[in-house]
C-alpha cells in the first residue's frame, strides 16, 4: 500500500514547523511517530499533500517535574513512557497506559503528543490524561494556550486545536496524598486498541474514605469521557465492594455508546460497568 | 514533489539516496538496497515480518518513511552475523527449530536482537512479552521462545553479542 504523493519537510524548531502550518494549512499534516497517520495515508484515507516532520525538533520529548506538575514532551514516546521509572513511583497510571498500546514495536515510534492529537476514540491515552485532569499545551502563531484535558477530545479524531496549532507539551497535576491509579483495558485482538479502557485517579483521606476520584472511559463512545456520574457516587464514600459496585453501574449514564462487529451496544456497556468496577477496585487495592 | 537527499546507515555502511517521500523504509531497504532478508508480511503494522532495528530499537519498517531515517543507523537481519560467525539469537533458532516456513524469522531476530541488548536473562513471560508484535503462524512461539532462551545464555556466557 503506497501513500499518494506529498510533498516533506523536517523543521527543526517548532517555529519553522508553525511558520510550515501556517503557510500549507489544511493541505499540511503534522507527523509525530507517525503510527496512525502512516497507516492512515497508505490506506488513503489521509492525503495531506505536505507532511511536517516533528522528528528533528530537539526536546520535545522529556518527562520533568515542574510546578507541582509532571509535564510531558508531546514527542515522548510510548515506550519512555512505560520504562519511566520515576513515573511508575509518582504517577504509575502513565506507566501502565503506556504498556497496553500496540506492541514493542509500536511504542518505540508512536507518542503521546501524536496520539492525542489523533484522537482516535479507541485510543488508551484519553482516559488516562482526563482521569488525571491533565492539560494540553497548544503552541500557535498567537504564543502558548493551555487546552484542559476534558475539553480537548471534541470528537471522533477531532480535538480543541485550532488548525495552525502544534500540541507541544502535557502538564499533570502530580498526585499527592494518599493515590492509587488503574488503567483496565480490554484489548481488541486484532487492533490491540481499547473495546473498552477505563483510567481510576483515587485520592483517599485519612480516614480511608474516597476524597477525590477522577475516572474516565476511552472506546466506548466517539470521545473518551470522564465518568462524572461514577466519580460522584464514589466520593466522600469508603471504598467497600456495594459502593464501588453501585458507582460503576453508571457507567455509560448519558453515553451514546458505539457498537461494531466485534462489541454491540449492549456488550460495551457491559464491559464499561465491570471494568470500571475492577479499575476502581484495583486502584483502591494500590493505595499507599 | 521533490525527492529528498537522505544519508542512512545500514549495516554499519553509510549510504545516500535521492528518494520520493512516500517511500516506505522497507521499500527503500529491500528494493534500493537490495537486502531483501526484511520480509514485509501484512503492511499494516501488525506483524512484524519488517521488524528493523533503529537507533537501537527495534520498529515496523512498514510503517516509517525512509526520509524519517535520514541520519539514522539501521541494522537489518544481513548485518547479525559476524565475520562468517552467526549471532546468537541466528544460533539459537537454527538449535531450537525457531522456525518452520521462516517467513516471520528476520522480524523475530531483531526484536530479539533489541530486546537481549536490554535484557540477557529474561523470563519466559517476558520474551512472549517482547515478541508479541511479531507473528508466526507455524510454531505456536514455544521454539521461538526457546531459541531467545539459548541465545541470552550464549550472550550471557560470551559477553557481548
Same mark, same amino acid.
Request: hydrophobic share 40%; with cysteine.
Given at each position: 500500500?503506497?501513500?499518494?504523493?506529498?510533498?516533506?519537510?523536517?523543521?527543526?524548531?517548532?517555529?519553522?514547523?508553525?511558520?510550515?502550518?501556517?503557510?500549507?494549512?489544511?493541505?499540511?499534516?503534522?507527523?509525530?511517530?507517525?503510527?496512525?497517520?502512516?497507516?492512515?495515508?497508505?490506506?488513503?484515507?489521509?492525503?495531506?499533500?505536505?507532511?511536517?516532520?516533528?522528528?528533528?525538533?530537539?526536546?520535545?520529548?522529556?518527562? /520533568?517535574?515542574?510546578?507541582?506538575?509532571? #509535564?510531558?514532551?508531546?514527542?515522548?514516546?510510548?515506550?519512555?513512557?512505560?520504562?519511566?521509572?520515576?513515573? /511508575?513511583?509518582?504517577?504509575?497510571?502513565?506507566?501502565?497506559?503506556?504498556?497496553?498500546?500496540?506492541?514493542?514495536?509500536? /511504542?518505540?515510534?508512536?507518542?503521546?503528543?501524536?496520539?492525542?492529537?489523533?484522537?482516535?476514540?479507541?485510543?488508551?491515552?484519553?482516559? !488516562?490524561?482526563?482521569?488525571?485532569?491533565?492539560?494540553?499545551?497548544?503552541?500557535?502563531? +498567537?504564543?502558548?494556550?493551555?487546552?484542559?484535558?476534558?475539553?480537548?477530545?471534541?470528537?471522533?479524531?477531532?480535538? *480543541?486545536?485550532?488548525? +495552525?496549532?502544534?500540541?507541544?507539551?502535557?502538564?499533570?497535576?502530580?498526585?499527592?496524598?494518599?493515590?492509587?491509579?488503574?488503567?483496565?483495558?480490554?484489548?481488541?485482538?486484532?487492533?490491540?486498541?481499547?473495546?473498552?479502557?477505563?483510567?481510576?485517579?483515587?485520592?483517599?483521606?485519612?480516614?480511608?474514605?474516597?476524597?477525590?476520584?477522577?475516572?474516565?472511559?476511552? +472506546?466506548?463512545?466517539?470521545?473518551?469521557?470522564?465518568?462524572?456520574?461514577?466519580?460522584?457516587?464514589?466520593? +466522600?464514600? *469508603?471504598?467497600?465492594?456495594?459502593?464501588?459496585?453501585? !458507582?460503576?453501574?453508571?457507567?455509560?449514564?448519558?453515553?451514546?455508546?458505539?457498537?461494531?462487529?466485534?462489541?454491540?451496544?449492549?456488550?460495551?456497556?457491559?464491559?464499561?460497568?465491570?471494568?470500571? #468496577? /475492577?479499575?476502581?477496585?484495583?486502584?483502591?487495592? #494500590?493505595?499507599? | 514533489?521533490?525527492?529528498?537527499? %537522505?544519508?542512512?546507515?545500514?549495516?554499519?555502511?553509510?549510504?545516500?539516496?535521492?528518494?520520493?517521500?512516500?517511500?516506505?523504509?522497507?521499500?527503500? %531497504?529491500?528494493?534500493?538496497?537490495?537486502?531483501?532478508?526484511?520480509? @514485509?508480511?501484512?503492511?499494516?503494522?501488525?506483524?512484524?515480518? $519488517?521488524?528493523?532495528? &533503529?537507533?537501537?530499537?527495534?520498529?515496523?519498517?512498514?510503517?516509517?518513511?525512509?526520509?524519517?531515517?535520514?541520519?539514522?543507523? @539501521? &541494522?537489518?537481519?544481513?548485518?547479525?552475523?559476524?565475520?562468517?560467525?552467526?549471532?546468537? &539469537?541466528?544460533?539459537?533458532?537454527?538449535?531450537?527449530?525457531?522456525?518452520? $516456513?521462516?517467513? $516471520?524469522?528476520?522480524?523475530?531476530?531483531?526484536?530479539?536482537?533489541?530486546? &537481549?541488548?536490554? =535484557?540477557?536473562?529474561?523470563?519466559?513471560?517476558?520474551?512472549?512479552?517482547? @515478541?508479541?508484535? =511479531?507473528? $508466526?503462524?507455524?510454531?505456536?512461539?514455544?521454539?521461538?521462545?526457546?531459541?531467545?532462551?539459548?541465545?541470552?545464555?550464549? @550472550?550471557?556466557?560470551?559477553?557481548?553479542?
Amino acid at each position: 500500500m503506497i501513500p499518494v504523493q506529498f510533498d516533506y519537510a523536517a523543521p527543526a524548531t517548532l517555529d519553522e514547523a508553525l511558520s510550515l502550518l501556517a503557510e500549507h494549512k489544511d493541505d499540511a499534516k503534522l507527523l509525530a511517530g507517525g503510527h496512525s497517520l502512516l497507516p492512515a495515508m497508505k490506506l488513503r484515507l489521509a492525503m495531506p499533500q505536505m507532511l511536517i516532520s516533528l522528528g528533528r525538533i530537539k526536546d520535545l520529548a522529556y518527562i /520533568r517535574e515542574e510546578d507541582g506538575q509532571i #509535564r510531558i514532551g508531546a514527542m515522548t514516546t510510548h515506550h519512555q513512557l512505560e520504562s519511566s521509572d520515576r513515573l /511508575r513511583e509518582i504517577c504509575p497510571l502513565l506507566p501502565e497506559t503506556a504498556g497496553t498500546i500496540g506492541d514493542v514495536q509500536v /511504542r518505540n515510534l508512536g507518542t503521546i503528543g501524536g496520539s492525542l492529537a489523533h484522537a482516535d476514540p479507541a485510543a488508551d491515552w484519553p482516559a !488516562a490524561i482526563i482521569a488525571l485532569g491533565a492539560e494540553i499545551v497548544a503552541v500557535g502563531a +498567537g504564543g502558548k494556550r493551555i487546552i484542559k484535558a476534558d475539553d480537548f477530545f471534541v470528537d471522533m479524531l477531532t480535538t *480543541a486545536l485550532d488548525p +495552525g496549532e502544534i500540541l507541544s507539551e502535557i502538564r499533570i497535576p502530580a498526585p499527592q496524598g494518599r493515590t492509587g491509579q488503574a488503567y483496565l483495558k480490554v484489548p481488541q485482538p486484532a487492533s490491540g486498541f481499547a473495546v473498552v479502557g477505563v483510567a481510576v485517579n483515587l485520592t483517599l483521606n485519612g480516614g480511608g474514605a474516597c476524597e477525590s476520584a477522577g475516572i474516565a472511559i476511552t +472506546g466506548v463512545a466517539s470521545k473518551a469521557y470522564r465518568a462524572s456520574a461514577v466519580e460522584g457516587a464514589i466520593a +466522600g464514600n *469508603a471504598l467497600d465492594e456495594q459502593t464501588i459496585t453501585d !458507582a460503576a453501574s453508571h457507567a455509560t449514564d448519558g453515553i451514546d455508546a458505539n457498537g461494531d462487529l466485534y462489541a454491540s451496544e449492549e456488550y460495551r456497556r457491559h464491559l464499561a460497568q465491570v471494568y470500571t #468496577r /475492577r479499575a476502581i477496585e484495583t486502584a483502591a487495592a #494500590r493505595v499507599k | 514533489m521533490a525527492k529528498i537527499a %537522505i544519508s542512512v546507515k545500514v549495516n554499519g555502511v553509510e549510504h545516500t539516496a535521492e528518494v520520493e517521500p512516500r517511500l516506505l523504509l522497507v521499500h527503500f %531497504i529491500r528494493e534500493a538496497l537490495r537486502l531483501t532478508g526484511t520480509h @514485509i508480511g501484512c503492511d499494516t503494522s501488525h506483524c512484524g515480518a $519488517c521488524t528493523v532495528v &533503529l537507533d537501537g530499537r527495534a520498529v515496523k519498517s512498514c510503517t516509517v518513511f525512509a526520509v524519517q531515517a535520514d541520519g539514522r543507523e @539501521i &541494522l537489518t537481519v544481513e548485518g547479525l552475523e559476524h565475520e562468517g560467525k552467526l549471532h546468537p &539469537l541466528q544460533e539459537g533458532f537454527f538449535q531450537e527449530h525457531g522456525l518452520q $516456513c521462516g517467513y $516471520c524469522t528476520p522480524g523475530m531476530l531483531m526484536t530479539g536482537f533489541a530486546f &537481549l541488548n536490554s =535484557n540477557t536473562a529474561p523470563t519466559e513471560d517476558e520474551i512472549r512479552h517482547a @515478541i508479541s508484535g =511479531n507473528l $508466526c503462524r507455524c510454531t505456536g512461539y514455544v521454539n521461538i521462545v526457546k531459541a531467545y532462551q539459548y541465545a541470552a545464555e550464549k @550472550i550471557r556466557e560470551g559477553g557481548t553479542q
